[in-house]
């Protein structure tokens, strides 16, 4: 039988963090190589145009074109608020005056004596990207962005929703095996990452909104309350972009599943430490998995090596998680390597293994469906 090997979730106590912080457009670098930044510096910031509106003041006013530049008051370059007169007739006799307003506020980009019209650019949206950690500046990429180094603890989970977010680790449960209920959760978390144990109550994620907690942790979620909590279904695409107003990421799976001893252990140890999350996932190819960083003070503690490939050989006995459907989020063992290829459902031919899951359900899965998990 050959050797297989597949990743893990990462569970480092301290390690070496490296973070590329990159502008989806051109623009201008704020920092440089050497530079010492918080989690809310801004490395960088672009400038994205705003719509150019487009004013039919002949049209408007029922006059020809040409003669435009006789009825305006404003002229290219000028700026302009939301309903300002930008044209405007004389009438006879003062009366019946024609008046023009600019429909939204920006800047007098055109004038056309062809048309009549004038284009009126609305204001650019600022696009500015932070450090998300505190670290060093080791790369700076010229209109693009900054590469930021930490040094600190990093963990992975299977699975989150919502963006980027910092705030103090509060461990608010005393086992893995412990639910998070709203009773956990007081007042003076406004503002932290609340770690729990085994799951989340629905009721704990409706009242961590209320009270502005920014990131729940736990080992498993109930697919139903996420759904019910996100308003809608969760599709295969990549996560982090909903519209909540906190992240959540489990480290085991779905349903109530108790957090891995050694994540519980790192998290209690991080208590009262300032964390950043991101809740975004994405479990096809790309994986992108969701992620706790605490920096660290340098020097307190020599960083620890990433786990090697021996220490991720697939093998009888090894537990596992499944990271597809239909079993996503389940744990089990390996019962089984069988060498030859199998024929799957989309036509591929690929190896598998034979899997005991922890509800004592044997199951073929393909070898690259699944994840060796950490014990103790």
Do not use: W
């Not at 680790?169 to 729990?196: C, F, K, N, W, Y």
């Not at 920014?214 to 019910?228: F, N, Q």
């Amino acid at each position: 039988m050959g050797t297989a090997y597949t990743p893990g979730l990462t569970v480092s106590g301290n390690t070496v963090i490296r973070k590329t912080r990159r502008l989806p457009i051109k623009g201008e670098v704020l920092v440089k190589e050497g530079d010492t930044v918080n989690a809310d510096t801004v490395v960088a910031r672009a400038y994205l145009p705003g719509i150019l509106q487009t004013v039919r003041v002949a049209q408007t006013l029922g006059i020809e074109p040409k003669q435009i530049h006789s009825v305006l008051k404003v002229k290219e370059g000028d700026t302009v608020e939301k309903d300002q007169i930008i044209a405007e007739t004389k009438g006879f006799l003062g009366l019946f005056r024609g008046v023009c307003k600019s429909p939204v506020r920006g800047t007098v980009e055109l004038i056309s004596p062809v048309t009549g019209h004038v284009g009126v650019r609305e204001p650019p949206t600022v696009i500015e990207v932070n450090a998300y950690v505190r670290g060093r500046v080791v790369q700076v990429m010229p209109e693009e962005g900054a590469v930021i180094e930490t040094e600190g603890a990093f963990l992975q989970g299977i699975f989150g929703v919502g963006g980027e977010r910092q705030g103090i680790l509060r461990m608010a449960v005393q086992a893995p095996d412990e639910v998070l209920t709203e009773a956990h959760l007081t007042d003076d978390m406004a503002g932290t990452i609340v770690v729990g144990g085994a799951g989340i109550e629905a009721g704990a994620l409706r009242k961590a909104a209320r009270l502005g907690i920014v990131g729940l942790v736990a080992g498993g979620i109930r697919d139903t309350d996420l759904v019910e909590f996100l308003g809608y279904d969760i599709g295969v695409a990549i996560t982090g972009q909903e519209d909540i107003p906190l992240s959540i990421i489990v480290t085991e799976g779905f349903g109530v599943m108790r957090m891995a001893q050694r994540t519980f252990n790192l998290l209690r140890r991080l208590d009262g430490q300032l964390a950043s999350i991101n809740g975004a996932t994405q479990i096809r190819a790309g994986v992108i998995r969701p992620e706790i960083v605490v920096p660290l003070e340098r020097g307190d503690h020599p960083p620890e090596a990433m786990p090697t490939a021996e220490s991720q050989q697939l093998d009888l006995g090894v537990p596992i998680r499944i990271i597809r459907e239909p079993y996503f989020g389940r744990l089990g063992r390996v019962r089984a390597l069988p060498p030859e290829l199998v024929e799957i459902e989309s036509g591929a031919r690929v190896r598998v293994l034979e899997a005991e899951l922890d509800d004592g359900t044997v199951v073929v899965v393909p070898r690259a469906n699944v994840e060796i998990i950490a014990e103790g």
